[in-house]
């Protein structure tokens, strides 16, 4: 077996978790702490829930608001730019994947300098970063838990990856009671976020023992789950989305990912399309074009979704790809690219793929490929 290493933040789960965010903080040294998160978050109000905890503790802090979906590198090196002006010590992002990958993209420039775009791709993060404490909101997208970072780059119109240790924040909180107060559409568009990472996961080239028994756990726990939550919001079976969450986060953190993100990232950086809408389209399309060069382990993928196993692997991993789709057609969520796009140029699809191809989850997708291939997908599910 080859030599792995499988990195996770301290993580503090479970219904009420938030209320231990200050404690959290005074443990990493805080004194005047730089919180980050969006208009969302503060509207439902969780950025007052969470100042109210830290004065509790005698904590001072600075609100940096500046987080919007699919966040952008000049808001990032804003972020920066004020983290060193008012002297903070620790971050602590409340939000989703953009307010926690904001706080991430301001911890990198804060410490090491220059520009967020300096860091693009694998392990260019050298100087350690400041303390970072990450609240997640949803569950799904797993910020809180990876070493990943997304950042638009809006020069270039792409989602730059930017991949390191150092990236995993110190801590990362999960309340699942946050996710009372999200609507169905987030709650699914984030589930199905997390459900992509776990199966890019399993399949890629560097999956290991630790990550992929991650991934099946999440697989199994998302189709039993999901359509309960959207329905009857049960805090049960929120809890229980949440826990696939992290699963999947711990898989795909230490795995990486493969072309499905990759595209992904390119899509939302040209089309600013919302992350979490992209997968119900291209996901199984993706399986589809993986299928040769993975074929046991998406057989393992199939038995998880469809509860059995077929005749051969390659015939329970297309019926486990099958039941996906009826899986997704089931949800309130777009099936095509088009009823998402209708107004934009398809013609970009070609560039889209291009960049796609230098993503860094391109790198441990199962199957080499290329831009005509890519590009080939996406217009099937135009
Ligand atoms: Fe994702």
Not at 40 to 52: K, S
Not at 107 to 129: M, T
Request: glycine share 6%.
């Amino acid at each position: 077996m080859d030599i792995t290493k499988f990195a996770i933040p301290e993580i503090i789960f479970g219904r009420g978790s938030l209320n231990y965010a200050g404690q959290c903080a005074l443990r990493l040294g805080a004194k005047k702490v730089f919180l980050v998160s969006d208009a969302g978050i503060e509207q439902a109000g969780w950025v007052q829930r969470l100042m109210d905890i830290l004065e509790k503790e005698g904590i001072e802090w600075v609100y940096y608001p500046g987080v919007t979906s699919n966040p952008r590198d000049f808001q990032v090196e804003q972020g920066a730019e004020l983290y060193l002006k008012n002297g903070t010590d620790v971050i602590i992002a409340i939000g989703g994947g953009s307010s926690m990958d904001t706080a991430k993209g301001i911890a990198i420039i804060a410490s090491n300098g220059g520009r967020i775009r300096d860091y693009e791709g694998a392990n260019r993060v050298n100087r350690p970063l400041p303390p970072m404490v990450l609240i997640t909101t949803t569950a799904g997208s797993g910020s809180d838990i990876s070493q990943f970072c997304i950042i638009t780059d809006v020069e270039r119109a792409l989602k730059m990856s930017i991949i390191t240790r150092t990236l995993v924040p110190n801590i990362s909180i999960v309340d699942p009671l946050i996710l009372r107060t999200k609507t169905e559409t987030l709650i699914t568009q984030s589930a199905i976020d997390a459900l992509a990472h776990a199966i890019e996961a399993y399949t890629s080239t560097i999956a290991s023992e630790f990550t992929k028994m991650q991934s099946l756990k999440a697989i199994d726990l998302i189709i039993r789950n999901l359509p309960r939550a959207v329905e009857t919001r049960s805090l049960d079976s929120l809890e229980q989305l949440s826990i696939a969450s992290v699963a999947a986060s711990m898989a795909f953190s230490n795995a990486s990912l493969g072309v499905e993100h990759a595209l992904a990232h390119s899509l939302g950086g040209h089309f600013d399309m919302r992350h979490g809408v992209i997968h119900p389209i291209l996901l199984t399309a993706v399986m589809r074009f993986n299928l040769d060069y993975a074929e046991d382990r998406m057989a393992d993928i199939g038995r998880v979704i469809l509860n059995t196993t077929m005749g051969s692997p390659r015939e329970t991993a297309l019926a486990g790809i099958e039941k996906l789709e009826d899986f997704f057609d089931s949800l309130n969520v777009s099936r095509k690219f088009r009823q998402e796009l209708q107004d934009k140029d398809k013609s970009l699809l070609k560039t889209i793929c291009k960049n796609a191809l230098n993503d860094a989850c391109n790198l441990t997708n199962p199957r080499p490929a290329s831009w005509q291939e890519l590009l080939k997908i996406c217009k099937e599910v135009w």
